[in-house]
């Protein structure tokens, strides 16, 4: 099973992550100054793959990041909903 990183390494992750956009942007528009975009056999479909790759692991970190400042500014909605969850389980419903 896989740990939950600790603040400092989902920071130190967050800034590689940035930084290798950014590199990756720096491509892109080096790539659209020569008015040749990579090809597939040039690695194109490569770089367009790591760059969403990128993109996906910032987006997961900020949505992660998101719902925990919210679970701890609104404990009474993860009670709730956990509460809710247990009742759901306890009694399915039948249809």
Do not use: C, I, Y
């Amino acid at each position: 099973m896989a740990q939950t990183p600790t603040s400092t390494q989902r920071d130190e992750l967050k800034a590689l992550l940035l930084k290798r956009r950014a590199e990756q942007q720096t491509e892109m528009l080096q790539n659209q100054k020569n008015l040749s975009p990579p090809t597939h056999d040039e690695g194109g479909m490569v770089q367009r793959n790591v760059a969403r790759e990128v993109d996906q692991v910032l987006t997961d970190m900020e949505r992660a990041t998101s719902r925990e400042s919210t679970a701890r500014s609104r404990p009474w909605q993860t009670a709730a909903t956990a509460n809710a969850t247990n009742v759901a389980a306890t009694f399915p419903s039948s249809g």
